[in-house]
């Protein structure tokens, strides 16, 4: 082989190479959620569940992210569909309360597509059940077996308003509005099998598994493992433990002085109720006294893990808990326990609602 020819093989070689890297990337990049779906999932969570100091976070990312207002109205409205009036209104109003303050901070944001306003088709039924059969590519009866038969009305509803009035929207792709579906119904307990069915028809509009698993994981991040777990039985992954081996149990037996019990009493609520709020890894501190002795006080204290445990020392409200309630401690044994039942642990607070 001459030293020309030798240069030209390398050079085609090389390119050869470099195009193969670059289409198996894009797959990669076509299989995971970009920045946006990251987004319409993040705040789909957070009007599921109803937290709204989340909820403003997320959508002030979602904008930065390149979502556009119209795309966030939708889908808002969406999913009153799927977690009632109340949790779109309240995120209705938080959106508005965000784009307020970010007008008044100079940021301008895009508006979008326009939102179709009138449907105005003849049958809007017939509509819905298109649209559905082109969702689920399986046919659809009139009246849907089951809960059809037996409440048409709310058959009715279904194919007329969600799957027409709302679908008919081309603000988002039918891939996005399964998504923020999925999403929703992943973080509400009790709908298992209508997010099976999402999931499926999810499937059907290109979402792809790798999406899901991170779906999941994004639903860990935000609601918890074992809402989490639902998507990750339903596309067959493994379940994550909800209970860690190294999570920690502990009672801290503590004796006050009688004459700064109530100060102490004070101090210490403060320092339980913000470790709960603030802290991902605190699963509970649950501070009590003795009924026929007040002065002595009992914590049952319970970590997701050891480093929860460490991260939780360093934060400010128990560095001033510890230092403003030295000198009212008269004795502190501290308990660490093993936990007897992990299978039934992560129900423990299921009935305080």
């Known amino acids: 082989m001459t030293k020309s020819k030798f240069f030209h093989w390398i050079i085609l070689f090389s390119l050869t190479l470099s195009f193969t890297k670059m289409n198996a990337q894009k797959t990669v990049d076509k299989q995971n ?4 779906e990251q987004n319409l999932v993040k705040i789909s969570i957070s009007t599921a569940i109803g937290n709204l100091e989340n909820l403003k976070l997320d959508l002030n990312k979602g904008l930065e992210a390149g979502l556009t207002i119209n795309e966030i109205k939708e889908l808002l409205t969406q ?3 799927y977690c009632g009036f109340p949790r779109s209104l309240n995120a209705i109003n938080t959106f508005k309360t965000v784009l307020d ?3 008044l901070k100079g940021k301008n944001d895009i508006e979008g597509k326009k939102i179709v306003i009138e449907n105005n088709i003849a049958d809007k039924y017939e509509q819905g059940r298109k649209t559905l059969e082109t969702l689920t ?3 659809q009866s009139k009246p849907a077996p089951g809960f059809g038969e037996f409440a048409p009305r709310i058959d009715a509803f279904l194919k007329e308003h969600l799957f027409a009035d709302i679908f008919v929207s081309d603000v988002l792709s039918y891939q996005q509005r399964e998504l923020i579906t999925i999403s929703a119904l992943a973080s509400i307990s009790g709908v298992e099998s209508q997010l ?3 999931i499926n028809i999810g499937k059907n509009t290109g979402i792809t598994e790798n999406q899901l698993v991170q779906l999941a994981d994004l639903i860990q991040e935000s609601v918890g493992k074992t809402q989490a777990n639902t998507v990750r039985k ?3 992954k493994p379940l994550v433990p909800i209970i860690e081996n190294d999570m920690m149990v502990r009672i801290s037996e503590i004796e006050i002085i009688p004459e700064f019990l109530e100060e102490y009493k004070s101090i210490l609520k403060e320092e339980a109720s913000a470790s709960v709020k603030l ?3 605190v699963i509970a501190i649950f501070p009590m006294n003795e009924q026929k002795n007040p002065n002595q006080i009992r914590i049952v204290e319970i970590y997701a893990d050891k480093e929860a445990y460490q991260f939780h020392l360093q934060t400010p409200h128990f560095q001033h808990y510890k230092t403003s309630t030295l000198k009212m401690v008269m004795s ?3 308990i660490d326990m093993e936990t007897l039942d992990k299978e039934t642990m992560s129900n423990i607070f299921e009935k305080i609602k």
């Open 79 to 81: 999913l009153y569909a």
């Open 33 to 36: 959620l970009n920045s946006k």
């Open 332 to 334: 502190l044994n501290l």
């Open 279 to 281: 802290e991902k890894g």
């Open 234 to 236: 339903i596309i067959g």
């Open 196 to 198: 099976q069915s999402h």
């Open 101 to 103: 303050d970010r007008k």
């Open 137 to 139: 590519k399986t046919p």
